[in-house]
T-cell receptor
Framework: EAGVAQSPRYKIIEKRQSVAFWCNPI?????LYWYQQILGQGPKLLIQ????????DSQLPKDRFSAERLKGVDSTLKIQPAKLEDSAVYLC?????????????FGSGTRLTVV | KQEVTQIPAALSVPEGENLVLNCSFT??????LQWFRQDPGKGLTSLLL?????REQTSGRLNASLDKSSGRSTLYIAASQPGDSATYLC?????????????FGKGTKLSVKP
């Protein structure tokens, strides 16, 4: 089974620029998550999709972050404008069930550096 | 509020040693607990998933236990190898709130010396 695909692997941008990350979950996984992992910390949920609808975006900084999951398959996370504190690894995960009963599968992540 | 703590933050052992990583959580109302491995600059690889009704799970040299009542889980690694060097994260999936919200600890960075 193919894993969760993410691109790009690395991105360096200047503050106030915009950036977008892409994620393609495992085929058949209805639930998709975006996590932010700051160096030395555990990942923190940004947004959860069930098919193409948002289940939870309570921790997403909506003034600068946006995400969409058109057609309920792949997803894009955007930051505009970026701040220095957005430097982190952005992880995409998917699960076959809404509640994560069978666990979560994570992608390799996108490492963002804002300078 | 659910909090997950992992001790120690870092661990260095000689090759061949058996070792235990600890994870504690403050709210015992969890759905399941998952252990992950993270290599530097990489994503998370799932190691073991323990449902709330289970006591332990095993995969190869890895054994994870869960004691919900005391809010603890341990990851036992037998006969450690240099290739086991990585950061190990535990995460609990809680009841209620966001259905898919995993709460992570900060991880234990393991270094196995040849």
């Amino acid at each position: 089974e193919a894993g969760v695909a993410q691109s790009p692997r690395y991105k360096i941008i200047e503050k106030r620029q915009s950036v977008a990350f892409w994620c393609n979950p495992i085929s058949g996984h209805a639930t998709l998550y975006w996590y932010q992992q700051i160096l030395g910390q555990g990942p923190k949920l940004l947004i959860q999709f069930q098919n193409n609808g948002v289940v939870d975006d309570s921790q997403l900084p909506k003034d600068r972050f946006s995400a969409e999951r058109l057609k309920g398959v792949d997803s894009t996370l955007k930051i505009q404008p970026a701040k220095l504190e957005d430097s982190a690894v952005y992880l995409c995960a998917s699960s076959i069930s809404t509640g994560g009963y069978y666990g979560y599968t994570f992608g390799s992540g996108t490492r963002l550096t804002v300078v | 509020k659910q909090e997950v703590t992992q001790i120690p933050a870092a661990l260095s052992v000689p090759e061949g040693e058996n070792l235990v990583l600890n994870c504690s959580f403050t709210d015992s109302a969890i759905y399941n607990l998952q252990w992950f491995r993270q290599d530097p600059g990489k994503g998370l690889t799932s190691l073991l998933l323990i449902q709330s009704s289970q006591r332990e799970q095993t995969s190869g040299r890895l054994n994870a236990s869960l004691d919900k009542s005391s809010g603890r889980s341990t990851l036992y690694i037998a006969a450690s190898q240099p290739g086991d060097s990585a950061t190990y994260l535990c995460a609990v999936r809680r009841y209620g709130g966001s259905q898919g919200n995993l709460i992570f600890g900060k991880g234990t960075k393991l270094s196995v010396k040849p």
